[in-house]
């Protein structure tokens, strides 16, 4: 059940933090401890690694999400959780949640002795599991069994709390999901990888004429598919990589804008700014002095 709840926690950048969910690495405290769990050959079209938590400590801890165009799947194994759609419009994560497509940063909040593991969607694959994509904030997060209208992840729920690792319980969903994964609709390759290529100018009319279908049908398929249109994955593209130089200039000692702005496709210094402020909720100069407390990952796989 999710359930608004009023807003008791430190405000939305404090402690600041962005986390992608396939960072390879993992960090540590002696209180706070996150990490990432491969899957094995067979699963690496379909899910990234598994992300877990560890919070130790005894008072709760505030973090962002970054926005991955993702959608993921949380199971929460101790008191619920925090996921603030907005900065004063936060829900509980009690025992599992869907969240997404992840397309701007949110603030979540880990409980004190919390303990949470996520699975991260690739592509079509939350399509082929659930047979529907979320496409708003009217049901952008939801418990898994109302997607499916039954009750088999209430159950499931149980059955991964007995485990006792991490290992065991992303060994588990793998073996719970074969069950309802679904094969790639016929001929949605070119759709669902639509804008992946660099140079692409307008991919989605490419596959129209290639198909011969018109340009809206293929837009409605990329929505079905992935929860959202190829005009928002390239902008965030484009974002990504302006983030990703950004960094790079950054750690050299040497940031030319003019080249971020350049090399990036952006028309001047506000577009640049405007995307920054859209996707994360910080300037490129408020992301430079929080830089010791943000990590980057490689790039969307």
């Not at 926690?9 to 960090?27: D, V």
């Not at 999400?65 to 993921?72: D, G, K, N, Y």
């Not at 759609?85 to 025992?95: C, G, W």
């Not at 073996?175 to 660099?198: H, N, P, Q, W």
Request: some cysteine; hydrophobic content about 40%.
């Amino acid at each position: 059940m999710i359930q608004f709840v009023p807003n008791e926690h430190e405000p939305f950048l404090s402690g600041i933090a962005l986390l992608f969910p396939y960072l390879r690495l993992m960090q540590a405290s002696n209180a706070y401890i996150t990490g990432h769990l491969s899957v094995p050959p067979e699963w690496q079209n379909i899910f990234d690694p598994f992300y877990f938590i560890h919070n130790h400590s005894s008072s709760p801890v505030t973090k962002i999400l970054s926005p991955t165009f993702q959608t993921i799947l949380v199971f929460n194994f101790s008191s619920p959780g925090l996921f603030f759609v907005e900065e004063n419009m936060p829900v509980t994560i009690d025992k599992s949640m869907v969240i997404g497509p992840i397309k701007l940063a949110h603030q979540y909040t880990i409980p004190a002795h919390g303990e949470m593991l996520v699975a991260n969607f690739k592509r079509d694959a939350f399509y082929r599991f659930f047979g529907k994509h979320l496409q708003s904030y009217t049901d952008f997060l939801l418990h898994p069994d109302e997607i499916l209208g039954e009750h088999c992840f209430a159950a499931f729920w149980e059955t991964l709390k007995a485990f006792n690792s991490m290992q065991e319980r992303v060994d588990a969903i793998l073996d719970f999901s074969a069950v309802y994964l679904r094969e790639r609709d016929k001929g949605s390759e070119e759709i669902i990888t639509a804008g992946e290529t660099d140079g692409a100018i307008n991919p989605i009319k490419d596959i129209a004429d290639k198909q011969g279908q018109s340009e809206r049908n293929i837009q409605l398929k990329h929505k079905k598919y992935l929860g959202y249109n190829a005009k928002e994955m390239n902008r965030y593209q484009r974002f990504q990589k302006a983030l990703t130089r950004l960094q790079v200039q950054a750690e050299n000692g040497n940031i030319d804008w003019f080249e971020l702005i350049h090399e990036g496709g952006y028309y001047d210094q506000s577009h640049l700014i405007h995307d920054f402020n859209h996707f994360l909720g910080l300037s490129p100069a408020q992301f430079l002095k929080l830089q010791s407390t943000v990590c980057i990952a490689g790039g969307r796989s």
